[in-house]
């Protein structure tokens, strides 16, 4: 499974995420969008200009609460 994490700076549901990864030393591709490269990146994948977005196998899932749902899921287990 490919994962990357979309996030910026000063965003508090991607800080939310972003202690969990670090919390559960979880491995993940970070992919800051005040990085144009990175947010041309978020807005292909998922059309919506929203973050945090975890792409898994290039889909785009959104809402902080689901992607740490998701990591527990099927990262932590
Ligand atoms: N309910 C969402 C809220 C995410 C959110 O509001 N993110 C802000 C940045 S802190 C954002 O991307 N705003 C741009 C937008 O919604 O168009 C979550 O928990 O992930």
């Known amino acids: 499974m490919n994962l990357k994490l979309y996030y910026m700076d000063y ?3 991607c800080i939310k ?5 670090k919390e559960n030393n979880i491995d993940i591709e970070l992919k800051n ?3 144009k ?3 041309d990146e978020l807005l292909s994948i998922g ?5 945090p977005m975890l792409s898994i196998d290039g889909k785009p ?6 992607i740490i ?3 527990k899921e099927n990262i932590l287990n």
């Open 33 to 35: 969008i005040n990085i």
């Open 11 to 13: 965003c508090p549901f």
């Open 47 to 51: 059309k919506k200009d929203q973050v």
């Open 37 to 39: 490269e990175n947010h």
């Open 17 to 21: 995420v972003l202690n969990f990864i």
């Open 61 to 66: 899932l959104y809402e902080s609460d689901d």
């Open 69 to 71: 749902d998701f990591l």
